[in-house]
């Protein structure tokens, strides 16, 4: 753990810590964008479709099972790659399942203590029926905490419905909830690879292509959202995937880099519950103040909102890596995310119409031309 990425033993090890979790990556990405077609037809057909107006900022008529062309990448992966045990077969039936019964919702739109109840029950399949547990944590100086069995049960349920609610939340804007989801996916493919955990490699793996895989058509601007069997295949997916990566170390620091890259889409949940607890409504009452929203009222496109959240998750996601000794990860993302951030701010300056008052640069520039 304490070795640093780009160190040579680091590098050396590469192939054998990370690679494995390429050709998941691929096939997933290259199968969900084959299916992503297939999903915007079946979506007319069946009406499975978002209605503009409202919180809706598109303009016409949207396709909505972007979830099942994701699943469908990612489980392709799996199947092909992971081997046949109880964590890789719990991870594709409890998201498999996801999917599916979220699929009703996006037809016919679940009541909201009707969805809370699917979210528990999943959640419930994967802690009870596949032991998807956080059994214990960490403490400084190597110490661990053994949880109790109904302690570990109700901590690892609430982190599953947590993932769930957050990717949901997050889905607001053209690219979002992928997007941030797969930046988190690469982020555990870093640290289970540091950890030589193969198996959660190749997970994250898949889960970070059939991201990238739907981004071809879900960047903004949009032709196909994810609807909430996306969100929460995502949600619970990279849930399990990361309670998995507890294995080997301490459960304080396995979480602790899926967290951080979450940490604004999680603190903006939060602050949602609260909000909307505090003007008696119900957590499940949609509104336009989540961050997101927030950001374009201000004046970024949806474009740029996905910069700042990406830039934000892949710096903290990065911050969360140094845990596991990646300490130059951060410094090459702190730059790359000043690039990105300088980018979004140049862009809505000149869409804003702003100017720098040079009148002698003006000058220069008349005198340059005259020769």
Request: proline fraction near 5%.
């Given at each position: 753990m304490s070795s640093d990425f780009f160190s040579e033993t680091a590098l050396n090890n590469l192939t054998q810590h990370l690679l494995p979790g390429l050709w998941p990556f691929l096939v997933a990405a290259i199968v969900c964008a084959v299916a992503v077609p297939f999903a915007i037809v079946i979506s007319r057909r069946n009406k499975i479709v978002a209605q503009p107006g409202g919180r809706h900022a598109h303009a016409r008529v949207m396709p909505l099972l972007g979830g099942l062309a994701m699943y469908v990448g990612f489980a392709a992966a799996v199947l092909l790659f992971l081997p046949r045990d109880l964590s890789s077969l719990?991870?594709?039936?409890?998201?498999?399942?996801?999917?599916?019964?979220?699929?009703?919702?996006?037809?016919?739109?679940?009541?909201?203590?009707?969805?809370?109840?699917?979210?528990?029950?999943?959640?419930?399949?994967?802690?009870?029926g596949f032991s998807i547990q956080i059994t214990y944590v960490g403490l400084p100086g190597g110490h661990l905490i053994n949880f109790a069995a109904p302690i570990a049960i109700a901590v690892s349920l609430f982190w599953l419905v947590g993932m769930?609610?957050?990717?949901?939340?997050?889905?607001?804007?053209?690219?979002?909830?992928?997007?941030?989801?797969?930046?988190?996916a690469i982020v555990l493919v870093l640290a289970a690879g540091q950890l030589k955990?193969?198996?959660?490699?190749?997970?994250?793996?898949?889960l970070a292509g059939c991201c990238v895989g739907f981004l071809l058509f879900n960047f903004p601007p949009a032709r196909i959202f994810m609807g909430d069997s996306g969100a929460h295949f995502l949600g619970i997916a990279l849930g399990m995937i990361s309670i998995l990566g507890v294995a080997k170390v301490a459960v304080a620091f396995a979480l602790a880099a899926p967290a951080l890259a979450l940490a604004v889409p999680i603190a903006d949940t939060g602050w949602a519950i609260l909000r909307r607890r505090r003007q008696r409504k119900s957590v499940a009452t949609p509104d336009l103040l989540h961050i997101h929203h927030r950001l374009q009222s201000f004046g970024l496109d949806p474009r740029q909102t996905c910069y700042v959240f990406y830039t934000a998750s892949a710096v903290l996601g990065a911050l969360g890596l140094t845990l596991f000794g990646h300490g130059r990860v951060l410094a090459v993302v702190v730059a790359v995310a000043a690039v990105l951030a300088s980018t979004v701010a140049a862009d809505l300056l000149q869409h804003a119409g702003w100017r720098v008052?040079?009148?002698w640069l003006r000058r220069l520039l008349a005198e340059s031309a005259s020769r």
């Open positions: 719990g991870v594709l039936v409890v998201s498999g399942l996801a999917t599916g019964l979220l699929i009703i919702d996006d037809r016919w739109s679940m009541p909201p203590w009707v969805k809370l109840g699917v979210q528990v029950g999943l959640s419930l399949l994967a802690v009870l769930q609610n957050t990717v949901n939340f997050l889905d607001g804007a053209d690219g979002l909830a992928a997007g941030v989801v797969a930046i988190v955990q193969v198996e959660v490699v190749q997970l994250a793996g898949a008052p040079a009148p």
